[in-house]
């Protein structure tokens, strides 16, 4: 077995309702196991059962476990389904990286379509019904998948990063419709997860439906995080990621990263392999919309020679379509940086963001405000893994390849008054980067620049805070925020 140190869990629950798929009234154990499923799941290993006191009422202890007032909570924490029929999936991203071992591992969970149950069958287009997956990138770029054509036993917070879902119930037992304990969570769930900003914990089986990566059988997983990062400021106020307008129902899909970096403390069985990990940094975004942009690329890093638990990189873009034009198309990216306490932010609304990116293999991102210069390489010899996303009227498909073997250099410095670059503030390496290439066409090598103009550059200038409007009418505080 590997032992390794630890990992995390990002997002929060509170004490507004939480968002279940099914009425509660009509609650009822889970569908019976796939074809693939019906066999006993193979056996764990019996080191991997980690004994926690049982801390009382789990509905009482979600509660005060995952609070709102949290430094680090990010604007659009929660879920961000209205309970309307159109197409809708909303995704979340957990990634612990353990140093140690040079290994790194992520979980994505998605819900789609929740409201679709209800739809008319007579829809434009027809209804594509209701499912939600789990999917895990593992040690040494291998993967676990798990769905289920329904969202029955998927839960989420509507203000609070906090979410769950049971595939599989004990027998005789119903989902748990909210956060609980870690103890109970075993009692309840015999497939699932459930995730907050402070723990992450599950067990999953792959289906046997993947022919284009190569698989392990099963993952279990608990850890804890304590969180450093949010995106902002350490100690200041948190952003949306793509500023206030995220908080309307355009531009779609929308992008938030929840945890820029944490600290992370527990164990991973990744099929016959512990993992066990004190302090690893961890990380968390989500997305959601109608569906994933055209073509996309990802760059994300918290683990740097001699400085991973003070710097965190986050850049991406993509093209995306625009809201009330058909097959129209925008060009948007950033790079943001988390340094000594202070969120550096590259984004189109305060300045210009240029990238050159290759099908595979080779991306370089470079931006600049009135005050800094940022410039990042990436490059990997991986031949990546294959992963799944949610794509326009069809659901999860593979869509995209990811790394965790990136190596990168990081580079910042500061801007003189008249523009010129000045002394640089940050030089530092990584051979842990996790990269992304996604959508397509790829056939060839893609440069871009992302340059707001006006009126929408002025208008994301504007010092508009939408949690503290909503503060005074928090009953039309939109789902999600």
């Given amino acids: 077995m590997t032992q390794v140190m630890p990992s995390c869990v990002f997002c929060t629950a509170c004490t507004t309702p939480t968002i279940v798929s099914h009425a509660l009234n009509e609650r009822s154990p889970p569908p019976p196991p796939t074809k693939q499923q019906s066999c006993s799941p193979p056996p764990l290993l019996s080191s991997q059962t980690l004994v926690l006191q049982k801390r009382g009422n789990p509905l009482q202890e979600s509660a005060m476990s995952t609070t709102p007032v949290r430094e680090t909570r990010s604007p659009h ?70 769905d289920q054509p329904s969202v029955k036993s998927f839960w989420g917070h509507r203000h609070e990063l906090a979410l769950g879902n049971t595939f599989r119930a004990k027998s005789g037992a119903l989902p748990p419709v909210s956060e609980t304990s870690p103890t109970e969570f075993w009692e309840l769930v015999e497939e699932g997860y459930q995730a907050t900003p402070t723990l992450h914990q599950g067990i999953l089986f792959d289906n046997g439906g993947t022919d284009f990566a190569k698989t392990v059988q099963h993952a279990k997983w608990e850890y804890t995080t304590v969180p450093v990062y949010g995106w902002g400021d350490k100690g200041g106020t948190q952003k949306a990621t793509a500023g206030w307008l995220a908080a309307l129902p355009v531009f779609e899909p929308h992008w938030q990263i929840c945890m820029a970096a944490g600290l992370s403390t527990g164990w991973i069985e990744w099929g016959d392999q512990r993992f066990e990990f004190k302090d690893a940094p961890s990380y968390c975004e989500k997305n959601w919309g109608g569906s994933f942009p055209k073509k996309w690329f990802w760059v994300q890093c ?68 009135k005050t800094h210069e940022v410039k990042l390489e990436a490059t990997s010899s991986e031949p990546g893994c294959t992963l799944r996303a949610p794509a326009a009227n069809v659901g999860m498909v593979p869509l995209c390849k990811d ?55 002025g208008l994301l200038q504007l010092p508009i805070n939408p949690e503290k409007i909503f503060a005074y009418a928090p009953y039309f505080k939109p789902p999600g925020l």
């Fill in 77 to 146: 924490s929660g879920y961000h389904f209205d309970g309307s029929s159109r197409e809708f999936f909303e995704g979340w991203y957990f990634k612990v990286s353990i140093p140690e071992v040079k290994q790194s591992f992520a979980w994505m969970y998605v819900s789609e379509n929740a409201g679709t149950a209800a739809a008319s069958s007579k829809r434009e287009g027809g209804a594509r019904g209701p499912s939600s997956a789990a999917q895990i990138m593992g040690a040494n770029d291998e993967y676990l998948f798990q």
């Fill in 403 to 457: 790394t965790f073997f990136g190596k990168l250099r990081l580079q910042m410095w500061e801007r003189t008054e008249k523009g010129d670059q000045g002394r640089m503030i940050l030089d530092t390496t990584s051979d842990m980067c996790a990269l992304e290439i996604g959508g397509s066409p790829w056939e060839s090598m893609w440069e871009g620049n992302a340059c707001m103009k006006q009126p929408l550059k």
């Fill in 302 to 369: 918290n683990v740097f020679e001699g400085t991973f638990k003070d710097v965190a990189l986050t850049a991406g873009g993509g093209r995306r379509g625009l809201p009330f034009f058909k097959n129209t198309f925008e060009d948007v990216a950033l790079v943001c940086v988390h340094f000594e306490g202070k969120f550096y932010e590259f984004v189109p609304w305060k300045g210009s963001v240029d990238w050159e990116m290759a099908p595979w293999g080779s991306w370089k991102m470079s931006a600049s405000t």
